[in-house]
């Protein structure tokens, strides 16, 4: 079917009008949205900005490449269309709030710089094609140069923001250690400038590293947690936005510059005649230089009143009560004018019990639709992912998601408070299985010999940990205490309360129980497993879990949703007697576990609950590394991001494996002793991956060659308590 002429020929009159002011529209849209995407939770802004991203750069391209054809010799909008030449490029700029959407762009810099060539070609093309008409040549070539300029500010902070870039940045940056004077957010992005080379898995300068632990150990779990905020916000500007080119002596100066000539092109276009010009041509000229007026101002805006304007302002030396004084208004106005969101976190949810309901349900149409609408008041409405059981057999569940919970500041201070809290133990005691240590102090409440089973917690690998105590959270949260205990023939006397009130612990347990199981199955690649194949001891469980239900609810009942969960824990908990030192399946130990914590109180259960999984959650971001979590700043909302960063200022790693960096860390000291005892080791070098595996052999050899030789190492009496001891 051909195309009516009349098409053709509108067509051909309207291309490049529309898809330059479509491309003007884009860039609207990023810079508008560009920066919500870090601390809102909605999907489709999300999409939008994606779609806008991957749009941008194309659509520039393309109406670069249809003004080249649009040029006519005889028209006299040839001046008028090659004045649109820059704005193109100057689209292909950016704007200030996005200049990559995920961490592989940034590597992509060479590629995008190269681009700059082959896009001016054009764009002088164009620009000549409209020769020897010079009527708007100067306000032509201003644009060009504020675009050449967005240009290159792109590409430079996209090359800042990579591999490379960040190790030069960290060699070449020399830590101004921190004062007693220095405010919130100064500290906070002092602690985000010595710990940025965890990002790409490199090791920060020793004499900084202890000191931010020092630092956060003594700040209270408000100020930490308002920090940590802080810090996540400076990563993400920098990783992602124009932040580090702007903020800079340089920057400020391009600002203005850039700024001045935009309005002096707006000006010229104004004074210039354009009784030759046709109307269309001319209203949308004043569209893009008006727009580019009012995008540069809301930048402006943005930077003036930006985070690390303020530091930058405590920093001038020079006119300094002049510069203080302005950062306190600037602060004093953002107060007023509104309140920041620095990050946005939400929890993930997989509950497997509810997931294993929806298995088990008959496959009967009405009974189907009956579980799909429980599936929604149950908020199983999120997303859906088919998990494969077992390489040899064709078995496979599909696991639906809940929505999201936010991570309530309530939640954030808890998991800070309980981390803080851990610093206190030994290190044999921090690498002990998530929750043992809570366990083995029960032993002593409830006057149980059940050391056996909790050293069976030994062998459990991390992935099933977290498996296990989802079972148990799961069986706990529900159990009613008026029922018999299940290991023994009376009820638990709980006073005057009939009724457990499900506490915000015990929600908050919950939350982190879901979320970590979404982590194991869901979204595994953020952490490295070693062990058994989760997958066949993962499928063996929900086997179980789904043929208990179907053996205690013969045709699956329907009751209302509550009930139906808390009914089915119930059946777990008092329905079958289990050996408490015979126990094989997973799910059995879940529920003998779930039994020696409903005979304790009720207090001293979530006590014990809550330890682990705030165990868990550090020790899941033990697993992680940098590169994972720079890529999902980009999406602003995992909790295991948040608690790799503390990790990172509490030194965990140095918990975990002494001698993995060439230093002792394992007695308490001050931090300037700890740093000299490492800076003894490294000469306040940074040293990467690969050199810290070669000095951390070194000491292990050297450890073994003196505990052979029973040699004494020349040190300070304490060092050599310390030396001895390890």
């Not at 100066?253 to 001045?260: A, D, F, G, K």
């Not at 029973?710 to 390890?726: A, G």
């Amino acid at each position: 079917m051909e195309i009516p002429l009349k098409y053709k020929q509108l067509w051909n009159n309207w291309d490049v009008r529309v898809l330059i002011l479509l491309s003007l529209s884009i860039q609207i849209i990023l810079i508008l949205l560009g920066r919500l995407r870090r601390t809102s939770t909605s999907r489709w802004i999300r999409m939008v900005v994606w779609a806008s991203y991957l749009l941008a750069d194309r659509v520039a391209e393309f109406v670069l490449g249809q003004l080249s054809s649009s040029m006519d010799d005889s028209s006299s909008s040839n001046v008028i269309i090659a004045f649109w030449a820059p704005f193109l490029i100057l689209h292909l700029g950016g704007p200030d709030t996005i200049t990559a959407y995920s961490r592989e762009d940034n590597e992509l810099w060479a590629r995008h710089l190269l681009g700059l060539g082959y896009e001016l070609f054009i764009a002088f093309y164009v620009l000549f094609r409209s020769l020897p008409n010079t009527r708007l040549l100067i306000p032509t070539l201003l644009i060009f140069l504020v675009a050449i300029i967005k240009y290159v500010e792109r590409s430079y902070s996209l090359y800042k923001a990579s591999v490379k870039g960040i190790q030069s940045s960290i060699s070449s940056f020399n830590i101004t250690p921190p004062t007693e004077d220095l405010n919130a957010l100064s500290q906070a992005f002092w602690l985000y400038s010595a710990t940025k080379p965890a990002f790409i898995d490199a090791t920060p300068y020793s004499q900084h590293y202890f000191q931010t632990s020092d630092i956060v150990m003594e700040m209270s779990v408000k100020n930490v947690l308002m920090a940590m905020r802080k810090e996540l916000s400076f990563a993400y500007d920098e990783f992602y936005t124009k932040s580090i080119v702007n903020h800079s002596i340089l920057g400020y100066v391009l600002r203005v510059l850039c700024s001045t000539c935009i309005f002096l092109a707006f000006s010229l276009f104004v004074l210039e005649p354009k009784d030759d010009f046709h109307n269309l041509d001319v209203a949308i000229t004043y569209v893009l230089l008006a727009t580019s007026i009012c995008l540069d101002f809301m930048a402006a805006t943005m930077l003036m009143f930006s985070d690390r304007m303020i530091i930058s302002l405590h920093n001038v030396k020079k006119l300094s009560n002049w510069s203080v004084l302005l950062a306190e208004y600037i602060v004093r106005i953002k107060k007023a004018c509104y309140k920041r969101k620095y990050w946005s976190i939400k929890l993930p949810q997989l509950n497997l019990l509810i997931n294993c309901l929806l298995i088990s349900s008959p496959n009967k149409t009405l009974q189907k639709r009956m579980m799909s609408w429980v599936a929604k008041k149950l908020s199983f409405v999120e997303e859906t992912k088919l998990y494969q059981m077992s390489d040899h057999k064709k078995e496979s569940y599909t696991l639906q998601t809940m929505r999201p919970v936010h991570a309530t500041q309530e939640v954030l201070e808890f998991i800070i408070s309980h981390l803080k809290d851990r610093m206190s133990l030994s290190v044999e005691n921090f690498n002990k299985p998530a929750g043992l240590n809570a366990l083995e102090q029960l032993t002593t409440i409830t006057n149980l010999d059940a050391k056996p089973f909790f050293e069976s917690f030994e062998l459990l690998s991390f992935d099933l940990q977290v498996l296990l105590w989802h079972i148990t959270t799961e069986l706990c949260f529900h159990w009613n205490p008026e029922s018999p205990h299940p290991l023994y023939a009376h009820r638990i006397d709980m006073g005057n309360r009939s009724k457990v009130v499900k506490s915000s612990k015990m929600e908050t347990c919950m939350y982190l129980s879901n979320y970590m199981v979404h982590i194991v199955l869901i979204q595994s690649d953020m952490m490295s497993f070693a062990g058994v194949n989760i997958n066949v001891l993962f499928g063996e469980t929900i086997r179980e879990m789904v043929k208990f239900i179907c053996n205690n609810y013969p045709g699956n009942q329907l009751l209302r949703p509550n009930e139906k969960v808390e009914e089915v824990c119930m059946k777990m908990m008092i329905g079958t007697q289990i050996d408490l030192l015979d126990t094989v399946s997973l799910f059995d130990i879940a529920r003998v576990l779930a039994h020696l914590m409903v005979f304790c109180s009720e207090e001293e259960r979530w006590k014990v609950i809550a330890t682990a999984w705030v165990e868990l959650l550090q020790k899941g971001a033990m697993r992680s590394n940098g590169n994972i979590h720079m890529k999902q700043l980009s999406r602003g909302d995992e909790l295991l991001t948040f608690i790799w960063l503390l990790n990172k200022h509490i030194h965990v790693d140095f918990w975990n494996d002494p001698l993995a960096y060439g230093g002792f860390t394992t007695w308490p000291s001050t931090a300037e002793f700890r740093s000299n005892v490492v800076t003894l080791h490294v000469n306040s070098k940074i040293l990467y991956n690969r050199e810290f595996d070669i000095i951390a052999a070194i000491f292990r050899i050297t450890n073994i060659i003196l505990h052979s030789m029973t040699t004494t190492f020349i040190l300070s009496p304490k060092l050599q308590q310390v030396w001895q001891k390890y």
